[in-house]
C-alpha cells in the first residue's frame, strides 16, 4: 500500500471506547464496564533500518520527526506526545531500541469527546511496535506501558480502563474489569441494542488538571478513612460501605461527597452486570441515571450541557439507560438504545438538546461495540 512516505507494510488500529459505567473508579481499584467502539486511529507504517519517526496526522493536519534515541517529554504538538510516550515506555521494558518508523495516522474519533483517542493513539502505536521490533509483550502489559506514557507523557494520572478497552476488548461485548485484580470478563450486549455516543459539542475543558484533582482527593479519602481496623486500606475499594456510613460523616464536605461516588459507582457496576446479564432494562435505565446522578451532585464533572443531553436521551423513544461517559467536563453521553427505535431516538434527543443549547453542535454517533486493537502485515 502507497502513501506519503512510500510504500507501507503494516497496517495497524486501535478503537476508542465509550464506559457503561464505573466511572472515576478505575483509579479507585474498583470496578468498570466499558465497550470499544467502531471507531478509532488506524496507521499505515513501514519501518526504517535507524531510529528516525517520521509521523504525519491527518486529523491534525501536521507531521513530526523524532530520533528514537533522544525521546523528550517536552517536544511535539500533543498527539505527538503519545507515540512518544510509548516509544519511551516499550524501550524501557524491553531494554532495546525500537526501530524507526514513517507512518500515516489517520482517526474517525473526535478528540475532546470523552472517547479515549489518547488510548487508542498509544494503543495502536504499542501493537505496531509490538510487532515490527517482535517483542512479544501480552496486551496487558502494553495497556499497562500505555498507562505509563499517559502518566508521563500527557501529565493525565489516568487508571487502567481506556487502555485496557482499547486493547483487550472482544466484539459483541462488554468488558467488566476489576482494576484491582484484572480480572476481565465479557459480557454480550443484546444485538437488538445500540450504542449512541451523544456528543454535547462542549469540548472538554480543564479536564486534566481536574481529573488530577479528583485523584488526590480520593487518595486523601483513604488516608482519612483508614482508621486503625482498616489499616491496610490502600484505595477506597478498601473502605467498606459500613465503615463509609460511620466515619463518612466525619469527613470535609467535599472529600466526603468523592468518596460516596466512587463507593456507591462500585456497587452500581455490579448491579448492572447483574442487569445486563438478567435482561433488566428497567434496572440498567435507573443505575445509569443514578450514575449520572452521582457524577454530577458528588464528584462534581458533569456540565449544563452533559445534564441536559441525559435528559434529552433519556426522555427519547427507545433509550434503555443514558449517562456521561468519560472523564466528565464536557464530552459525550452514552446512551444504549433499542435498535427499532433509532431514527425516532436521534431526532427527538437531537431536537430536545438543541433547545436546550441553540448555540451548541451536538453529533450523534451510532456505534457498535469492537474489538481491541490489531495489527497485520500487509
Ligand atoms: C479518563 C481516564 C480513565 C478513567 C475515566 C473516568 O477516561 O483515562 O482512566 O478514570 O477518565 O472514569
Redesign the pocket.
Known sequence: MNGLYGTYEWAARAPGRV?LI??????NDGF?MPCAIDRGIRVSARARDDSICRLYSHQFQSGWVFDLREVSKESGDSWARYPQGVAAMLQAHSGRLLSGIDAEIESDLPAAS?L?SS?AFEAVFAVLWNEIDGLNLDHWTLAKLCQQA?HEYAG?K?????QAASLLAQEGCALFLDTRSLQTTYDPLPKTWSLVVADTGKPRALSDSA?NERREQCEQAVLLLAGDSERHAHALRDISPERFLEQGILLPPVIRQRAAHVLGENLRVVAFRDALQRGDKSLIGRLMRASHESLRLDYEVSCAELDSMQQACEAAPGCVGARMT??GFGGACIALVECAALIDFLAAAEARYRMDHPFCEPVFLVCRPAQGAVVERL
Not at 489516568?158 to 481506556?162: F, W, Y
Open positions: 464506559n464505573g466511572e472515576h473508579t478505575d483509579y468498570v470523552g479515549s488510548a499517559e493525565v489516568c487508571g487502567i480502563m481506556d481529573y468519560g472523564a
